[in-house]
């Protein structure tokens, strides 16, 4: 996929000077040789500078890992650790980064063995805060080799979010299609995230687009979009101009990312883009998030934004969906009651008219916008790609401003069942733990608007930390609550 991070962490230890500093150094060694047996060697690189309570050595190591083109760090405190310029690198390192410590190894070298990590982070933690410096510090940041390689491994999804949004471009196309007042979009927030965005009109796009008529690239692009669709190509007159929509896309995020190094789009995809364009863009959309480049409904710029963090976490497609209708008794009692362990009211089905990566979905057809069609004639609404979604885990999730700029999130973890959905569009049945619960006291109570991102795979973890990093206030993340566990506005009767 294209419009990733990749990241390179640069593991430096640290050592105290009232400790063996060949504790640490041999440490670090064991630490990088553990990660190597088990994941690619390629996301990291030991600096051979050890910091000793020395703000030169600290120097010194920021200068080696920049100079080695690492965009993330992992502090090691392989000893108790020099709090003061440990938490320096940490402070004028320009990326994400994380701390992690050693574990003892032995009760048999608990004397000159003995390094007192466990002491030396809480040392480290207070004198981050007290710099006011961000940093990931693992669930529990102290273990064997082994253990910490796997911290820096989870770090690493982590560390994509946080270097992605500090190098993201926003693209939106128009306002929020008429009466559509949930898809505003406070943008101080993505400011404040480090975000850009570029703000342009529908006729922008639509001067673009008639300027890539009969572009060279059109037929070869119209080949791989059949080759994509097989049997499923039902309307193959109109492939010509969804591809010459799709470099069109293309080539305006070449020519205005400037120097921002990803982007995400929000588009206006109704109610005059089928009268104007002659078709609607969803197929294109899904090409592009299937390529790593998620593009929005409905300009919904918050869960672009959304959409690109779960992109950049799971190196996968991410989809945007209507939190859409309630599964009907009848389907529940015939197809979900006695197979899966739900109730009705942890079901319910999530949709949109044709923006799913082609690979999400298990069978696929080129079909026309059946709601619009009502209103206007069905040449016009021709473009969607619809299916049944794929059944397996996923993570719903958004990540949103308010209209009195608060920024807060939700995540829940679910799955989407085998279960034929009988209705039309990319949609599925999906089943979340609790979900009659989280609906009425996160997503209501907390004011989120209709659309959730959906990201194939449990990934709930690593969009709580992002959104811990990143300063979503921890009482501003919703999640799933277990039966038993209260929400603050839950009824207690």
Avoid at 10 to 23: K, M, Q, T, Y
Avoid at 52 to 73: F, P, T, W, Y
Avoid at 191 to 196: D, F, I, P, Q, R
Avoid at 199 to 206: A, I, K, R, V
Wanted: proline letters at 5%.
């Amino acid at each position: 996929m294209i419009n990733i991070p990749k990241i390179k962490v640069g593991i430096v230890a640290v050592s105290r000077d009232c400790f063996p500093e060949s504790l640490s150094v041999n440490r670090r060694k064991a630490l990088v040789e553990a990660y190597q047996k088990k994941y690619d060697a390629e996301d990291i690189y030991e600096c051979p500078v050890c910091i000793v309570e020395s703000e030169i050595h600290m120097a010194q190591a920021l200068e080696d890992i920049k100079r080695a083109g690492c965009n993330a760090l992992c502090v090691y405190l392989g000893n108790f650790g020099p709090e003061i310029s440990e938490t320096l690198l940490a402070k004028h390192f320009d990326g994400p980064k994380m701390f992690t410590a050693a574990a003892e190894e032995s009760a048999n070298d608990l004397i000159q063995g003995r390094g007192d990590a466990y002491c030396g982070m809480l040392n480290a933690s207070y004198n981050l805060k007290l710099r006011g410096v961000k940093a990931y510090i693992p669930e529990y940041p102290v273990g064997t080799a082994e253990e910490c390689a796997d911290m820096i491994h989870d770090f690493l999804s982590i560390a994509r979010a946080v270097e992605g949004l500090r190098n993201l471009k926003l693209i939106s196309f128009g306002p929020r299609p008429l009466n559509f007042l949930a898809c505003n979009a406070p943008i101080q927030q993505l400011y404040n995230l480090g975000v850009e965005i570029e703000e342009n009109s529908e006729l922008d796009l639509f001067e673009a687009f008639h300027k890539h008529a009969g572009d060279e690239r059109i037929p070869s692009l119209v080949k791989e979009m059949e080759e994509e669709l097989g049997e499923g190509n039902k309307k193959p007159d109109i492939l010509p101009k969804l591809a010459q929509y799709e470099l069109t896309l293309k080539d305006w995020v070449e020519e205005h990312k400037g120097y921002r190094k990803y982007v995400a789009i929000a588009g206006k995809c109704w109610p005059a883009f089928q009268t104007q364009f002659g078709f609607v863009p969803c197929y294109v959309n899904s090409r592009l998030a299937a390529q790593g480049i998620p593009v929005s409904c409905e300009v919904d710029i918050y869960g672009a934004l959304s959409e690109f963090i779960g992109t950049v976490i799971s190196q996968d497609a991410v989809t945007l969906l209507d939190i859409n209708n309630s599964v009907p008794a009848d389907m529940y009692e015939e197809d979900i009651k006695g197979k899966y362990s739900y109730t009705q009211k942890d079901t319910f089905m999530a949709f949109h008219c044709g923006n799913t990566a082609a690979s999400k979905l298990s069978c696929r057809e080129m079909k026309y916008q059946k709601i619009m069609a009502r209103t206007l004639p069905e040449e016009v609404t021709q473009g969607t790609l619809e299916g049944d979604l794929l059944p397996g885990d996923i993570t719903f999730f958004r990540l949103q401003s308010t209209a009195d700029n608060i920024l807060r999130g939700y995540i829940a973890q679910g799955e989407i069942l085998p279960v034929a959905t009988r209705s039309f569009g990319s949609i599925g049945v999906f089943a979340i733990p609790e979900m009659g619960r989280f609906y009425r006291h996160v997503l209501i109570e907390g004011n989120y608007p209709h659309h959730g991102a959906v990201a194939f795979g449990k990934y709930g973890k690593a969009l709580f930390e992002v959104f811990k990093y990143i300063g979503v206030p921890v009482e501003e993340i919703g999640y799933n609550r277990p039966k038993g566990d209260k929400y603050p506005t839950e009824n207690p009767w």
